[in-house]
């Protein structure tokens, strides 16, 4: 009765099956790899974070270009404080408020944006305190560049002169007529009575939606094994059932039983 297995249709269907199976179980293996890949780096960065804020500052010089390994590490640079931009529709502690930034022009004449703090409720630039005059040393956590869109940061444009969505190089500097350093820095204590703004996750380290991407990726190959085994029985048993019921002449032979009595020997 099984002989119809041996056919060419069910050649093709069991090499797909038996090739389709290992490279589903390959694939949702590799994803959720991939997940717990995320999920060690997530871990190291909440590590590197807590670490580095007890480690002593270095120069910028030495911390740069920022990646995983010195985003977060405490930095100290020396300038001066030049124009002043707020980054709005910022939330800390579930309420919703504004960055100040400023930016500190080094003697290298480059700029660094530095984040003095966060005030509550929307951008204004009469709340946000006036920067301190003169040459100064400030130290804080070195962040990476921001990418509109992603990790709350906001993508909208058309914001009022003077405020910017996102701390990164390629936005800053169309507002101020000299180069910005590919970083910025978050001050440890918030100046002028402000709130300290807290170190963000080093990008591609946390438990963002590209991890969960992975999770539900893993999910979705491990179920198609599952479909593929059912549709592989299903078709069996529907073919079983068509040669059995030729059989016993309650319904006419179609593909199943066509091809079984033409591979058996009554046949020749």
Same mark, same amino acid.
């Given at each position: 009765?099984?002989?119809? =297995?041996?056919?060419?249709?069910?050649?093709?269907?069991?090499?797909?099956?038996?090739?389709?199976?290992?490279?589903?179980?390959?694939?949702?293996?590799?994803?959720?790899?991939?997940?717990?890949?995320?999920?060690? @780096?997530?871990? %190291?960065?909440?590590?590197?974070?807590?670490?580095?804020?007890?480690?002593?500052?270095?120069?910028?010089?030495?911390?740069?270009? &920022?990646?995983?390994?010195? !985003?977060?590490?405490?930095?100290?640079?020396?300038?001066?404080?030049?124009?002043?931009?707020?980054?709005?529709?910022?939330?800390?502690?579930?309420?919703? +408020?504004?960055?100040?930034?400023?930016?500190?022009?080094?003697?290298?004449?480059?700029?660094?944006?530095?984040?003095?703090?966060?005030?509550?409720?929307?951008? @204004?630039?009469?709340?946000?305190?006036?920067?301190?005059?003169?040459? !100064?040393?400030?130290?804080?956590? =070195?962040?990476?560049?921001?990418?509109?869109?992603?990790?709350?940061?906001?993508?909208?444009? +058309?914001?009022?002169?003077?405020?910017?969505?996102?701390?990164?190089?390629?936005?800053? &500097?169309?507002?101020?007529?000299?180069?910005?350093?590919?970083?910025?820095?978050?001050?440890?204590? +918030?100046?002028?009575?402000?709130?300290?703004?807290?170190?963000? %996750?080093?990008?591609?380290?946390?438990?963002?939606?590209?991890?969960?991407?992975?999770?539900?990726?893993? %999910?979705?190959?491990?179920?198609?094994?599952?479909?593929?085994?059912?549709?592989?029985?299903?078709?069996?048993?529907?073919?079983?059932?068509?040669?059995?019921?030729?059989?016993?002449?309650?319904?006419?032979?179609?593909?199943?039983?066509?091809?079984?009595?033409?591979?058996?020997?009554?046949?020749?």
């Amino acid at each position: 009765m099984y002989r119809f =297995l041996l056919t060419p249709r069910w050649w093709g269907i069991n090499v797909f099956v038996v090739l389709a199976i290992p490279f589903c179980v390959f694939m949702g293996s590799w994803q959720l790899g991939r997940f717990e890949d995320r999920v060690d @780096d997530h871990r %190291a960065a909440d590590t590197q974070a807590a670490t580095a804020r007890k480690e002593a500052a270095r120069p910028l010089a030495e911390l740069l270009p &920022v990646d995983q390994e010195t !985003v977060n590490r405490q930095a100290t640079v020396t300038g001066r404080y030049d124009k002043q931009l707020l980054v709005p529709d910022r939330d800390l502690d579930d309420r919703r +408020g504004f960055y100040v930034l400023t930016l500190l022009r080094t003697d290298s004449g480059e700029a660094l944006p530095v984040v003095r703090g966060w005030l509550p409720g929307d951008a @204004d630039p009469a709340k946000a305190p006036a920067p301190p005059s003169g040459e !100064v040393t400030v130290t804080g956590a =070195l962040q990476a560049t921001e990418t509109p869109g992603e990790n709350g940061v906001s993508a909208r444009g +058309g914001l009022p002169a003077g405020q910017t969505a996102a701390i990164s190089a390629a936005s800053l &500097v169309n507002l101020v007529p000299y180069d910005v350093y590919d970083a910025w820095l978050t001050l440890n204590h +918030g100046d002028s009575g402000m709130r300290a703004v807290p170190v963000s %996750a080093a990008q591609n380290s946390g438990l963002d939606m590209k991890a969960f991407q992975n999770l539900g990726y893993t %999910a979705e190959w491990f179920a198609f094994v599952g479909f593929v085994v059912f549709m592989w029985f299903r078709l069996l048993r529907r073919e079983v059932e068509l040669i059995r019921d030729a059989e016993l002449g309650l319904a006419p032979a179609e593909d199943g039983a066509a091809e079984q009595r033409s591979s058996s020997p009554s046949a020749v």
